[in-house]
């Protein structure tokens, strides 16, 4: 097959049909089913922006009607107004190639109404993604990255990189992916928190989108070991000013959606603030414990977006500030049951900070590097860290983690 030539017809996809009615075109995509109707073959022709419909005559007409669905072709012909249902206008082919045959049996049919199981679409996800249904999502989910960096950088935050193989445990704990690095421990990062924090030193003001890595065992529809994360961490900002980023945030990603058509549910004028005591007011949780999913689900049954705040400081990490004896300037973002994002004011007082890490049982050699860049004058700063994964759960209703995800990697499944 020979790619588009000087001269001949415009290369267009099916969202462009309607702006080149009359005219001559060549277009190319996979065949999502076909259809005999006497001397005529109808093929329906999908592509990365939907489908539409193609009319065969004669010998061609023959030819398309023996080809394998999902098969990949190129085409030309006149673009004409069309009955069809699946796009206003139609090809009516004058030429008709084959590029490639698919198999005539597949792992999946990505025309059929019967939707395949979970984990037959994510081990076949090129396929999968022949689907509009399922493509939309990741379709969507490019759009909310892009709006996320629009957003971020209007508002005069700095995308940086961080490293992904560190020395030392971001938070703490022992959820971490151990590798041999040139004969050295080392392991994959948990998140970007401690260069976050250091980064505001000059940035000020930062942001970092990326995946990261937790050795947690659980296999669960919310929880994956690889996953992306949106972070930020800003300068001279305490716990209200970051939330209200985060908040106008996921408003200004529905609004920017709606008015692509995408469905999204409208959202209240401001996300309701709960106390941790509230909640455990609400639920009869012993204060000091953490809120377990059943908790969180029951009271948070009836709300969609919302924050708690003021957790206690046994429950977060070393880093949080504390708030009196006792709580931390910290909050979590929730949907409903589902936690998205945690986030705070942090520690910019080295001397604090030393306490924080022996209190947490954690060696303050080890944060020794880390620890250096409070002596230069650290400012007050604070910030948080999006589950994206979960934040595409919400936006797109589905109920489990691996149908936002192109190739999850949880504690059971490694392939593809």
Request: proline fraction near 4%; charge should be neutral; glycine fraction near 6%.
């Amino acid at each position: 097959m020979s790619l588009k030539k000087e001269g001949s017809p415009k290369r267009v996809q099916s969202l462009e049909l309607g702006k080149n009615e009359g005219k001559y075109v060549e277009l190319h995509g996979w065949v999502h089913d076909i259809r005999i109707l006497g001397k005529l073959t109808f093929l329906i022709i999908g592509d990365p922006y939907g489908y539409y419909q193609a009319v065969l005559k004669g010998e061609l007409a023959q030819k398309g009607s023996s080809i394998s669905r999902q098969s990949y072709v190129v085409l030309r012909g006149n673009v004409v107004k069309s009955s069809s249902k699946i796009n206003p206008y139609e090809v009516q082919v004058d030429f008709f190639e084959i590029v490639n045959d698919a198999d005539k049996v597949l792992p999946l049919d990505p025309a059929s109404k019967v939707q395949s199981e979970l984990m037959t679409r994510v081990n076949n996800r090129p396929l999968d993604l022949r689907d509009s249904e399922e493509r939309k999502i990741f379709l969507m989910r490019a759009d909310v990255l892009r709006i996320i960096r629009d957003f971020l950088a209007q508002n005069g935050f700095i995308e940086v990189d961080t490293p992904k193989i560190i020395a030392t445990a971001s938070e703490g704990g022992a959820e971490l992916f151990k590798v041999d690095y040139f004969g050295r421990p080392a392991y994959l990062a948990q998140s970007p928190q401690l260069y976050k924090e250091e980064l505001v030193l000059a940035l000020g003001k930062v942001f970092e989108i990326a995946h990261y890595f937790r050795a947690e065992k659980s296999n669960t529809v919310k929880h994956l070991n690889e996953f992306t994360s949106v972070d930020i961490e800003s300068a001279m900002m305490e716990k209200f000013d970051v939330m209200k980023i985060l908040e106008e945030l996921i408003k200004h990603i529905h609004s920017l959606l709606k008015a692509s058509g995408y469905q999204v549910n409208e959202l209240k004028d401001h996300f309701p603030v709960y106390t941790y005591e509230q909640v455990c007011n609400s639920t009869g949780v012993k204060f000091g414990e953490d809120l377990t999913t059943d908790v969180l689900n029951e009271f948070g049954k009836d709300k969609e977006f919302y924050f708690i705040i003021d957790w206690p400081l046994s429950l977060k990490p070393f880093y949080t500030m504390p708030k009196g004896e006792k709580l931390s300037e910290s909050f979590d973002l929730m949907y409903k049951g589902l936690e998205l994002a945690s986030g705070g004011q942090r520690i910019h007082k080295y001397d604090l900070l030393v306490e924080r890490l022996k209190a947490n049982n954690l060696n303050p050699e080890s944060f020794s590097e880390h620890l250096k860049v409070y002596r230069w004058g650290m400012p007050v700063h604070s910030g948080w860290g999006l589950g994206f994964d979960r934040l595409m759960m919400v936006l797109t209703g589905r109920s489990n983690i691996r149908e936002v995800v192109l190739y999850p990697r949880d504690s059971k499944h490694l392939a593809p």
